[in-house]
Each structure stands twice: as C-alpha cells, then as structure tokens.
C-alpha cells in the first residue's frame, strides 16, 4: 500500500519541494525513514505514532518506510510530522482523500495527542511551493497568518490531525489567500528625535546617514546620547516597502520571530547585540547554517554599542555583508548566501575610560592603551563607515532650556523627499540608495566643479584618504546635495563631507 504527499524544506531562506512517498508492506514491524533525514525528522516516528493512535486511527503493525525525496538533500526540522502521519493513514485506507492532494503541501509538528504546532520557515518554502504549482496548504492554525501571505494559495489551518483527516475527506473548505495586510504606515514608536536635546551636528549626520542609507559611527564619551540617537535613526528612515517587507518575513519566519497572528513584518528591524556576541551569532551559522544579526536586520538597521568592545574577528565578519549586501556561509555541503542590507550605525568610546578629549572629566588612559584602543576600531572595517562624527557632552543649559528641535515626523518628511531623488536618478537599476553606488553610478552622477575637484584633491593629499574613503565622500556629497534639492555637488557638499570622514584624521 502506497501514498505521495508532499511538503517543503529551507536551504538558506529559500524553501523547496519535497515529496514524501509512505509504503505500508507485510514484514516484521517496522517504521523507518530514508531520504537523508536528520535527528528531528528521525524521532517524528514516535510522535506520528502517538498521534495517529490518539486520533482514533491505527498504526499498522508491519513494515512502514517513509521516503523523503529528493535524497540527495539534508532534511531537517520538525515540518513534516503531519504529513507522515496522513500518508500512514491513506496508505492503509483508513482515510479516503477526496481532494487533490498532488498539489497539495501539508506541514505541522505533531503533539503526541495529535495537535499541530506551529513550524518555522513556513513562509519561504510556501512561497517556492506555490511558484512551483502547489495551490493549497495544510497548516497549523498558529501559521495560518503566515500562509495568507502567498497570494492565490488556498489554505486549510487545522488545529490538530483530526481536522487534516476532515481536510483531505473534502469536509472542510479552505479559503483563498489574499496576500496578507501590508500597509504602508509609519509605526507609532515610542520614541522621537524631539527628544534630543542639543547635539544638532549629529542629528544632522544621522538625517544624512537615513537619506543615503549610509553607515553612520558615533565617537564620544559615555552619556552624552549616543545610544539616545541610534536608536531614534529608526524613526526617520523612509517606510518600508512592500518588497522589503517580504524580505524580512521570510528571515523572521526562518528564525521564529514572527509574532503570533500576524502576517507580514510591516516595520524595519532594529537589532542590537551586545558586544560578548560570537561569530555564529553575528554573521550566522551552525550546522545548518541559520541567519546571524546582520541577516536579521536586512532592511534596516544594525546598532553594535560598545563596537570597541566585540572581539576583533567578530568585526571583521562585517566587511562581506559592508561591501556586498548579502552573507555567504561555507560547509562541507555547500555555501549558501543570506541577505545582510542594512545600515550600520555604531557607538564606541573614544578610549578605555571613555573621557579621551571630554571637557568635564580628564581621561585616566596612557598612551600607550589610548594606541590599542584606536587600533581597535582601525583597519578595514572602519574604512567601511560612511560617516563618523564626534559626540560631546551636552552643556547643562542646552538641556534645561534647549528650544524645541525638529520632529523625526519632520525629518522623515526631508528624508523621503532626498530617497525621491535617488529613486528616480537610479530607475531601471538594482540601485536605489546613494550609499549603493559602483563605480560607474559614482561617475555619473557626482562630478564635480573646479572648486570642489581643488577642495577634494587638498583633502586627499593633506589627509591621506584611502580610494574606498574617496568614492565614500563622494557618495556623502552626493546625498548632502539631495538634501538640499541641489542638482549638482559644490564646494560646500564636499567641505561637509569630508568632516565626516573623521576616521582618516584621526588615525593619520
């Protein structure tokens, strides 16, 4: 006795199809799974088991294999508990489907009393399952939201396997996705630039850094509001689209993070590890590899506080996802490549004691700590920061009677207009930020005039900027000039964003 059925698996954040083919046959009792299972998908046999005998079915007392196909590829997870339990059924008649289950994918976790729990992932492999034909889904109840997503799909939430036996018996009627809910809104965060008090030249360079989608770097003493100000850059970037949106579903549904009953991730990430994070848990990893920090904040934003802290060999993991968007991982069995789009937006002391240069407490540091602690935040990862600037301290009345400052509200509103811009300058490319330009975009699109070509060839040979630091100001002046709905850059473009290459002056 035999029965097909089919389900999904992830490789990196894309999913694929996977058939799982039950024979029931007469021998010594027997259940077995082939197919290149993995220590998860091995112990389901002891959960469809329970679950089938605790659904009022029988499990059969002779030889049963389960083959998980295509073979050649490692299966993981806890995704296909319901469909084996389904295809035992079939294949010893003790249900009769009656709809098409040949494009039909079925996923769920199985309870020993036979309730569907929830599975990660569900998302990109339904994605990839419907492209591939599949048009509808057996899924637990707690994933129905995430199924919506995938538009056309129609979809059966069960509660427990009961319910899937009443699904494939044609008792039940599933309901066509629509998509999910994407609105385009700003979230209502808790928090606003209003806050800030003082500190205008920095959140000048934090509007700049969200209208280019630049890295951004924040040196000063501790208390002086650097944390206070990265974490309000979230609420000045432009809203997320519906595009990015998907993105950071199928990575939230991968790692488990979408919340209960919603669908889409309709907000941009912000994550902050803390500085004792480890290589896996920063670039990902594993086993089977599974996304790390800069993969979870694809589409927004990066925040590493204490960034003089993290282990030297974790910051050097950010070059790749810096310079290419996207993360590969290498195992014996392959490399797969995770998205990492994101801003950075850094905050270090600018010493061990933290009071280097601060104008009410004398630094306690020697020279001698002040050079390795500069030797820290020196080399190739900080010539991948865009914009670094100087935070000092807030003098006393700046904070008790500092007038009003602008609104993120306010400065969202520049910051789309400037996004505008380079929306309609890249058209018809894979650009679509000035933080992103090659070569090519750089040379198009940021000439400049006999006075700004004289003020950037003193800064080079003056300051000793590298090539990459070069084409940086250049895409800093280019962003300065959208912000001020310049159509070319001019001298004063340049003049500003030299000063935040504070990097180069500092370790000359």
């Known amino acids: 006795m035999y029965a097909k059925l089919y389900s999904g698996g992830i490789l990196g954040i894309e999913g694929y199809r996977i058939s799982i083919e039950v024979n029931v046959s007469g021998g010594m009792p027997r259940f077995e799974v082939v197919g290149l299972p993995d220590q998860a998908v091995n112990e389901a046999r002891e959960r469809v088991v329970a679950a089938v005998t605790n659904t009022g079915g029988s499990f059969p007392a002779r030889r049963v294999i389960i083959n998980l196909a295509p073979a050649s590829m490692r299966k993981t997870g806890s995704f296909y508990d319901a469909a084996f339990a389904l295809g035992v059924m079939i294949a010893t008649n003790q249900t009769d489907p009656r709809i098409d289950l040949s494009h039909t994918a079925i996923f769920g976790e199985l309870a020993l009393n036979g309730n569907l729990r929830p599975v990660r992932g569900l998302f990109p492999m339904l994605l990839t399952l419907h492209e591939q034909g599949i048009t509808s889904a057996i899924v637990p109840v707690d994933n129905a939201k995430e199924a919506e997503i995938v538009e056309g799909l129609t979809v059966y939430p069960v509660k427990n396997l009961a319910e899937a036996i009443d699904v494939a018996e044609g008792r039940v009627a ?123 904040a694809h589409n927004g934003i990066l925040f590493l506080d204490e960034f003089g802290e993290f282990d030297p060999k974790v910051l050097q993991t950010l070059r790749e996802p810096m310079e290419e968007r996207a993360v590969s991982i290498s195992r014996a069995s392959g490399t797969l490549k995770f998205p990492s789009n994101f801003i950075l937006a850094a905050a270090s002391n ?29 080399g190739p990862v900080m010539d991948r920061i865009d914009i670094i600037v100087d935070v000092r301290r807030v003098p006393y009345d700046t904070l008790k009677n500092a007038a009003d400052g602008e609104t993120s509200a306010v400065i969202r509103s520049a910051v789309q207009e400037a996004r505008d811009i380079q929306t309609a300058r890249f058209r018809g490319t894979s650009v679509y930020c000035n933080a992103m330009m090659g070569p ?69």
């Open 174 to 296: 599933g309901s066509t996705a629509s998509g999910g809910t994407f609105h385009a809104a700003t979230p209502n965060y808790p928090f606003d630039f209003h806050d800030v008090r003082g500190q205008e030249s920095v959140k000048r360079a934090a509007k700049i850094v969200a209208a280019g989608g630049h890295n951004f770097m924040m040196i000063g003493p501790p208390g002086c509001g650097k944390t206070l100000i990265a974490r309000r850059l979230l609420t000045i970037l432009p809203n997320i689209t519906h595009k990015e949106a998907l993105e950071v579903t199928k990575v939230y549904s991968i790692v488990g993070l979408i919340p209960p009953g919603k669908s889409i991730i309709a907000e941009r990430p912000f994550r902050s590890p803390h500085h004792t994070a480890s290589y896996a848990s920063i670039a990902g990893g594993g086993q089977f590899p599974r996304p790390g920090e800069v993969t979870l």
């Open 350 to 378: 600018p010493c061990d004691c933290g009071y280097l240069g601060d104008t009410m407490k004398a630094c306690t540091c020697t020279e001698a700590s002040i050079r390795r602690y500069r030797s820290r935040l020196s």
């Open 440 to 508: 090519r975009e750089i040379a198009a699109h940021c000439k400049l005039d006999t006075e700004g070509e004289t003020l950037m060839r003193a800064a080079v040979n003056r300051i000793g900027i590298t090539a990459r630091s070069y084409d940086k100001i250049l895409r800093i002046a280019r962003t300065i000039a959208d912000c001020a709905g310049a159509a070319d850059i001019c001298a004063e473009h340049i003049s500003e964003a030299i000063q935040y290459r504070g990097i180069d002056r500092m370790m000359a």
